[in-house]
């Protein structure tokens, strides 16, 4: 099942690029700060309703940091895109197509004219009188055209010197973007770290408030006081337990689409047990009967991943994962029941919690 | 947005660059031909007048040297004009996409400094947390190892806001630099139109110069006929 679940991981990860924006995340941070009200004055004093405040906060916060990730990514992957324009040299004119001997060809026929001219000054004869002036029209014609060639020549010569110029502003502003484009890593890297203290942070805070609500133990008890997590799983509880829902938009899934899935997770003394009630989308004719109900129920183990058997409202048995999703509130369900006619046998998708 | 559309959306968009890409003139090409059309007609015109003191005036060969030459000096403007055209199609393209950038970038500079405040409002948050557990502390000893990591919290928090402060002047100073590189933009382009235009009036001047050319040798040929006839008439 390996490849379903990077898989899911990836999708997950194009879904929140797709939700992204500053307003998704402030509203991610109010609910975190809504969550956490108050929680570390009241810790001094608090007891069990201020540790399920702990694990509210940590799941608030964990959505907040993914979101703001997300939006942080999406922004630098859109900054980058569009900054592709200044990776390229920019476009300039040939000054080879405004060579010298343009210039020195008219200027020769200048001359050559010119010299025409002056010879046949004195010569009163009617026809040369008319050659002469021909002559000068044409010496007028290239003087005119000489001026034009110098003309054309300044104007290569200014784009050249304005396409330098703006090849010299284009690289120094790339350098700029690039350390900008640093800068942006870094505090993605930052957030990425934060978001892992956070999580610990909270943990922690509400062990602490636990062990110090906890009994004294019985004397003829070996036992110590229950901890947080009467399991072994290293990962909070409130990672699996609890009500879990398929969203209605962006869902997330491998294999058969669900329509509709509610997941019901609840534990007791290491021990889980919950229910599911699918419906998956299949095309009309197919045959297949798209809803599928089961229990399930197992000890919660020493691993993230926690599997179960499971048992079909027809009783067809199968077995269940539940694996804690990128952030505190997403949780990624995996099932296989044994073969049945008509019904299906697996599913794989990342459920919310409500 | 469902995967259907966007998959629509993408097959629309590389239809639309790879269209654009057919569409965009080969530069290196058309200055290519720009350059051969140049030599052809140095070639021609350098000895152009060598050739013509060869020939008599009334020769057809004396015309149709001058219009063999003018012809390769117009195909020679006409690809420096398709050439000239063709670079400033790409620049103007260029320019209005660094308009197009400096646009986003302004926009990223408001939010950069958004961005900033919110970094600012975090690090409040979290020295008003800091400094509650550090008064619950005092009530329950084992909330220490909490406060402890809360510190650190607070430490990267207060560096991330001092990064994010950082970043904003960046994008402030960056925008700065954009506008100016946009000018430089418009001004090349402004410098290409200069160009193109003195391009043209250098093409009317040729055409102007090869028609008083044209009209020399008409004239040279008049008058040997006019010299020719009277020569005849006195020796009747």
């Not at chain 1, 009188?129 to 104007?155: C, F, G, H, W, Y």
């Not at chain 1, 870094?186 to 062990?207: F, G, H, P, R, V």
């Amino acid at each position: 099942m390996k490849y379903p679940r990077l898989l899911l991981t990836v999708c997950f990860a194009a879904a929140l690029i797709g939700q992204t924006g500053r307003d998704a995340y402030r509203q991610a941070y109010d609910t975190w700060q809504q969550a956490q009200a108050n929680l570390e004055h009241d810790a001094g004093t608090g007891a069990a309703p201020q540790v399920a405040q702990a694990d509210r906060s940590a799941a608030a916060a964990a959505s907040f940091e993914a979101t703001r990730l997300a939006y942080l990514k999406s922004s630098a992957e859109d900054a980058a895109q569009r900054r592709q324009i200044l990776q390229a040299a920019v476009t300039r004119s040939s000054p080879d197509l405004m060579p010298p001997a343009v210039a020195d060809l008219a200027a020769a026929e200048l001359q050559t004219v010119t010299r025409a001219i002056a010879k046949f000054a004195e010569d009163k004869d009617r026809g040369i009188q008319q050659l002469r002036q021909s002559m000068d029209r044409e010496r007028v014609a290239l003087a005119a055209l000489t001026d034009t060639i110098k003309a054309r020549q300044q104007t290569v010569a200014a784009t050249s010197a304005a396409a330098a110029a703006l090849e010299q502003a284009r690289a120094k502003t790339a350098a700029a973007f690039g350390d900008q484009t640093s800068q942006v890593s870094q505090t993605m890297a930052q957030m990425e770290m934060e978001s892992a203290a956070w999580a610990d942070y909270y943990e922690k805070l509400a062990d602490a408030i636990q062990i110090a609500n906890a009994p004294p133990p019985p004397p003829a008890s070996v036992g110590t006081a229950a901890p947080r997590n009467t399991s072994a799983s290293p990962v909070p509880l409130v990672r699996y337990v609890g009500e879990w829902t398929y969203p209605k938009v962006n869902g997330i899934f491998h294999g058969a689409q669900p329509e509709s899935v509610e997941l019901e997770v609840h534990e007791k003394n290491g021990h889980a047990d919950g229910t599911i009630d699918a419906r998956f989308r299949f095309s009309p004719g197919s045959g297949n009967d798209p809803s599928i109900k089961f229990r399930f129920e197992g000890d919660i183990t020493a691993t993230p991943t926690q599997k179960f058997t499971l048992m079909t409202s027809e009783g067809t048995p199968g077995t269940i994962e539940l694996i804690p999703g990128p952030a505190f509130n997403l949780l990624e369900v995996n099932f296989q029941t044994d073969p049945q006619a008509n019904k299906i046998r697996s599913g794989n998708f990342i459920l919310l919690k409500k | 947005m469902n995967r259907a559309s966007c998959v629509f959306l993408c097959a629309a968009l590389f239809a639309a660059t790879a269209a654009q890409a057919q569409n965009t003139p080969d530069l290196a090409a058309l200055e290519q031909t720009a350059q051969k059309r140049h030599a052809e007609w140095e070639a021609l015109a350098k000895d152009m007048n060598d050739r013509m003191s060869r020939i008599l005036p009334c020769d057809p060969r004396a015309l149709a040297a001058v219009n063999e030459v003018s012809r390769a000096s117009e195909a020679r403007l006409a690809a420096l004009s398709d050439y000239l055209r063709a670079v400033s199609a790409k620049a103007f393209g260029e320019t209005a996409d660094a308009r197009n950038l400096l646009s986003s970038e302004e926009k990223h500079a408001v939010e950069a400094s958004l961005e900033r405040a919110d970094a600012g409002q975090e690090q409040t948050a979290v020295d008003t947390q800091s400094d509650a557990l550090a008064q619950s502390v005092k009530q329950r000893a084992s909330l220490e190892a909490s406060q402890k990591l809360l510190t650190q919290i607070a430490a990267k928090v207060h560096q991330r806001a001092a990064a994010m402060e950082q970043q904003a002047g960046s994008a402030d100073a960056a925008v700065v630099l954009l506008r100016d590189l946009v000018t430089k933009f418009e001004a090349r382009d402004a410098a290409l139109r200069e160009e193109f235009a003195a391009s043209e009036a250098e093409r009317a001047r040729w055409n102007g110069y090869y028609a008083a050319r044209r009209a020399r040798a008409q004239i040279e040929c008049t008058i040997t006929q006019i010299g020719a006839s009277q020569s005849k008439g006195g020796k009747q």
